[in-house]
C-alpha cells in the first residue's frame, strides 16, 4: 500500500483492496502495455525499495551473482546512475559499456552489438537509444530481458514510473488528480510515457505547449491541449516542466530562448495559478530561465530532487519485478 504525505481519500482504482498479483513482464519496452494493476504493482513494490535505500545499510541481494548491462548510446546523468546504484543495492554485477570506447565508433550494428552482449549472459540490459523502437528490437535479439531507458522520442517507462510514485507519495492517490505537462511535448518520451500511465490511473492530463511543440494529433491519447500557460495551468494539482528536447529538433521550433521563457516559462505569477499546494516535476537536466525560473525549481513546492530517489527505488523494484517473472518461467 502507497505511503502518503497528505490524508486524501483513496479510490478503488488508485489502491486496490486485495492482494495485486505479480506482473508477467519479461521486458519493460513502455508504459503502453502494462495494465493499472501493474503500475500498482511497480510502485508498491517501489516503496519498499525507498525504505530500504534510506537505510544504512542499503543491500537486498535478491538478485545476487545476476548481471546488469547499461548500454546507453545517449548521454545520461540520473537514468544510467540510478539503475547502476539500484543494480548494485540488489546485489547485481553492473557493467556500464563505454559506448564512445566500444566498437559501435567502427561501424558495429546495434543488432550485432546486442547478439554480442547477450553471448556474454547478461540478465537484464538497460538501453538508452536516440532512435523509438530500438530497445524493441533488442528484446526480440537478445534472451534477456531488456528495459527501455529512453528510445527516441517514443517511452521512457521507468521516468514515468518514478514521477507516478513521486506523485502518489505526495498526494496520496492520482485517481481524478489535474496534472499540467508543460513545453516540447513533441520531442519528449517523459511526455509520451506519462500521459499513459496517468490517463491508465485516471489522472486528468493537460498539455500545454506552442503549436510548434505539440503534435496534431496529441488528443488521441486523451489529452487537453492547451496554446497558453495561462489558460493551462488553472487549478492544476501537479505541474511537470519538460526541457525543449534541442537534440531531437530538426529546425527551429521557437523564436528564441528568451521568447519562450516569456510565454512559457514557469515563473512565480503562473504557478500561482495551479493550486496553492501544487507541487512541480521536472525530469531533469533542466534549462533554468528557459522553461522554469530558478526560484520554482528550488522553491518549496518543487519536488525534483525527491523525484531523482524515487528513480533508485523504481529501478530496483522494476529489475526485481521482471528477474522474478523470469525465473517464474524458467521453473
Ligand atoms: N530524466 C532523465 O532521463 O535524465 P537523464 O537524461 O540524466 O538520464
Redesign the pocket.
Known amino acids: 500500500m502507497a505511503k502518503t504525505d497528505q490524508n486524501t481519500k483513496k479510490s478503488e482504482l488508485d489502491a486496490p483492496a486485495f492482494q495485486i498479483p505479480t506482473p508477467k513482464l519479461k521486458h519493460l519496452i513502455g508504459i503502453e502495455g502494462l495494465t493499472a494493476l501493474d503500475i500498482h504493482f511497480l510502485l508498491d513494490r517501489a516503496e519498499e525499495m525507498v525504505d530500504i535505500s534510506r537505510q544504512v545499510d542499503k543491500r537486498r541481494h535478491t538478485l545476487s551473482g545476476r548481471t546488469l548491462i547499461n548500454l546507453f548510446f545517449?548521454?545520461?546523468?540520473?537514468?544510467?546512475s540510478s539503475f547502476e546504484i539500484a543494480g548494485k543495492r540488489l546485489g547485481m554485477d553492473v557493467i556500464n559499456m563505454a559506448v564512445a570506447q566500444s566498437s559501435v565508433k567502427k561501424g558495429e550494428t546495434l543488432v550485432d552489438t546486442a547478439v554480442t552482449l547477450n553471448a556474454m549472459q547478461p540478465d537484464l540490459l538497460v538501453m538508452?537509444h536516440h532512435a523509438a523502437g530500438a530497445a524493441e528490437l533488442l528484446a526480440q535479439k537478445v534472451g534477456c530481458s531488456v528495459i527501455n531507458?529512453?528510445d527516441g522520442a517514443h517511452e521512457?517507462p521507468t521516468?514515468a514510473l518514478l514521477d507516478a510514485l513521486t506523485i502518489r507519495r505526495k498526494k496520496g492517490s492520482i485517481e481524478g488528480l489535474v496534472v499540467a505537462i508543460c513545453g516540447d511535448v513533441a520531442h519528449s518520451r517523459?511526455a509520451r510515457s506519462n500521459i499513459l500511465l496517468l490517463n491508465t490511473l485516471g489522472a486528468q492530463v493537460r498539455v500545454i505547449a506552442p503549436s510548434t511543440l505539440l503534435p496534431s494529433s496529441i488528443e488521441s491519447l486523451g489529452v487537453t491541449a492547451y496554446r497558453s500557460m495561462e489558460d493551462g495551468l488553472k487549478g492544476c494539482d501537479v505541474v511537470m516542466m519538460l526541457r525543449l528536447q534541442k537534440e531531437r529538433m530538426a529546425g527551429a521550433f521557437i523564436p528564441s530562448m528568451r521568447e519562450y521563457f516569456r510565454f512559457f516559462g514557469l515563473d512565480k505569477a503562473r504557478l500561482k495559478l495551479a493550486k496553492e499546494d501544487a507541487i512541480v516535476m521536472h525530469?531533469?537536466?533542466m534549462n533554468r530561465g528557459v522553461e522554469i525560473a530558478s526560484e520554482i525549481a528550488d522553491g518549496v513546492q518543487s519536488v525534483i530532487v525527491e523525484q531523482v530517489e524515487m528513480?533508485v527505488a523504481v529501478r530496483m523494484a522494476v529489475m526485481e519485478v521482471l528477474q522474478q517473472s523470469c525465473a517464474e518461467d524458467a521453473t
Open positions: 545517449e548521454n545520461s546523468t540520473r537514468t544510467q538508452r531507458a529512453g521512457h521516468q517523459v525530469p531533469g537536466p528513480g
